[in-house]
């Protein structure tokens, strides 16, 4: 099963608005990363946030992470309509296989 | 510095049939890791290579099977095509072994099987 789990899977709002994304996961982590994916295309990595870092910006992306409840956020301020896309968390497992865990995603849309 | 490149970008093949699909990862990064993105199941981990060598392997069968150059560009090949096996394949590379670092992904090779 997959280690992250986002919510909403899809969520909906109008450009100018602030989008939130969250993620829950299973096990302790190293660290957790969002990516965001366009139709059908390749991933584009937003930011890694480590296990002893709680809060991380970058641009209009604000990131957190609580470990003790081992979930996440991603907030995109101000969103444009250019936001519309697929977001994934991935998380870095301590134990067990290492690999990257993804999420299934939270799509979100941007309305003009 | 050029991205992450995939050939082909779309490829139908039929049942029972094998496939190879090529990476090159951004210059001067070792570590390419391959994904199986489907809509039921989502991104799934296949294999990792770093420096010719695999250093991780997800829970694929053995028809999944992959390997590394020394200039560090990759190809998967699968065997005996099985109509499950139609997904988007992505790989991804990144400067160390991947999973502690951000991995630049390329834009996929859509496969179709018939």
């Known amino acids: 099963s997959q280690q992250g789990e986002e919510d909403p899977q899809a969520l909906s709002i109008q450009e100018g608005e602030n989008a939130t994304m969250n993620c829950s996961y299973k096990t302790s982590i190293n660290n957790l990363q969002w990516y965001r994916q366009n139709s059908g295309r390749g991933l584009v990595h937003l930011i890694l946030i480590r296990s002893n870092e709680r809060e991380k910006h970058s641009g209009r992306l604000r990131v957190t992470l609580d470990t003790s409840k081992k979930s996440s956020s991603l907030l995109i301020t101000a969103s444009r309509a250019a936001d519309t896309a697929s977001y994934f968390c991935?998380?870095?497992?301590?134990?067990?296989?290492?690999?990257?865990?993804f999420g299934q995603g939270t799509r979100l849309t941007i309305n003009p | 510095k050029a991205g992450v490149t995939q050939t082909p970008r779309y490829l139908i093949k039929t049942r029972g049939q094998q496939v190879t699909l090529s990476c090159s990862p951004i210059s001067g990064h070792r570590s390419v890791s391959w994904y199986q993105q489907t809509p039921g199941q989502g991104l799934q981990f296949l294999f990792e290579y770093f420096s010719e060598t695999q250093r991780n392997k997800g829970n694929f069968p053995g028809r999944f099977s992959g390997r590394q150059f020394s200039n560090s560009r990759s190809e998967m090949n699968v065997s005996t095509l099985e109509l499950g096996d139609s997904a988007l394949y992505l790989c991804?590379?990144?400067?160390?072994?991947?999973?502690?670092?951000?991995?630049?992904f390329g834009p996929g090779t859509r496969l179709t099987v018939t």
């Open positions: 991804a590379s990144s400067s160390l072994s991947g999973r502690s670092y951000e991995q630049y």
């Open positions: 991935a998380t870095d497992p301590i134990q067990g296989a290492q690999k990257l865990v």
